[in-house]
């Protein structure tokens, strides 16, 4: 079977994997603050296998596409939910989000040149065909790229939540991957992101 994948397929499922696993610590972390019960069964995903034996190889790109739009869905009803029954939880799911993204921090000695790179292979961005984000400078203090397309706010619109909590979110989990690098994330509007050297 996995004659018919390729490194993109493995690829992007790494990156569905980790948001599912950033889903299930948010859940995890939720019960154990007492703000629900059966969070993790509700919105976790435990799946865990390799992808060759659960992807449809005759629908390769239909079933990542399905996958990724299942765990955006969840990561959005799940931040929606436990927030509006508390708005003042926000802080502490921005520092899980941040502790989650610290724990899988880019190396310290990676080049400014390779962080977008190391980002790319972390966020969930859609397919690689969406072309969602778009190199705009780079030298040797700063690289900056742009959005050209939200494709993240519908998800939080469905679960009736506030699409700018997942862009608060992103960045606390960006801010996490570069913890143990010397750069640092500004975000001079939505949508724009810049890394630049401490």
Same mark, same amino acid.
């Given at each position: 079977?996995?004659?018919?994948?390729?490194?993109?397929?493995?690829?992007l499922y790494n990156k569905i994997q980790l948001q599912e696993a950033l889903? !299930?610590?948010?859940? !995890?972390?939720?019960? *154990?603050?007492?703000?629900?019960?059966?969070? /993790? =069964?509700?919105?976790?995903?435990?799946?865990?296998?390799?992808?060759?034996?659960?992807?449809?190889?005759?629908? &390769?790109?239909?079933?990542?596409?399905?996958?990724?739009?299942?765990?955006?869905?969840?990561?959005?009803?799940? #931040? !929606?939910?436990?927030? =509006?029954? %508390?708005? !003042?939880?926000?802080?502490?799911?921005?520092? &899980? /989000?941040? *502790?989650?993204g610290a724990e899988h921090a880019i190396d310290a000695d990676t080049e400014?040149?390779?962080?977008?790179?190391?980002?790319?292979?972390?966020?969930?961005?859609?397919?690689?065909?969406?072309? /969602?984000?778009?190199?705009?400078?780079? %030298? *040797?203090?700063?690289?900056?790229?742009?959005?050209?397309? %939200? &494709?993240?706010?519908?998800?939080?619109?469905?679960?009736?939540?506030?699409?700018?909590?997942?862009?608060?979110? =992103?960045?606390?989990?960006?801010?996490?991957?570069?913890?143990?690098?010397?750069?640092?994330?500004? /975000?001079?509007?939505?949508?724009?992101? =810049? #890394?630049?050297? &401490?």
């Open positions: 079977m996995s004659s018919f994948l390729g490194p993109i397929h493995f690829w889903v !299930t610590r948010l859940a !995890t972390c939720a019960e *154990e603050y007492g703000w629900g019960k059966k969070l /993790v =069964k509700q919105y976790g995903n435990p799946e865990s296998r390799p992808l060759e034996d659960l992807i449809d190889v005759n629908n &390769i790109h239909g079933w990542l596409q399905s996958r990724i739009q299942d765990v955006e869905s969840r990561y959005a009803q799940l #931040v !929606t939910s436990l927030i =509006k029954e %508390d708005a !003042t939880r926000m802080e502490s799911i921005r520092r &899980i /989000v941040y *502790e989650f400014l040149s390779m962080v977008i790179k190391k980002l790319e292979d972390s966020l969930l961005s859609g397919m690689p065909c969406d072309h /969602v984000n778009v190199l705009k400078e780079e %030298d *040797e203090q700063h690289v900056s790229w742009e959005e050209v397309a %939200d &494709i993240h706010g519908d998800y939080w619109k469905a679960a009736d939540g506030d699409p700018a909590k997942y862009y608060d979110l =992103k960045q606390e989990m960006i801010a996490g991957l570069l913890s143990e690098t010397p750069y640092k994330l500004v /975000v001079p509007q939505m949508h724009q992101y =810049k #890394v630049q050297a &401490i």
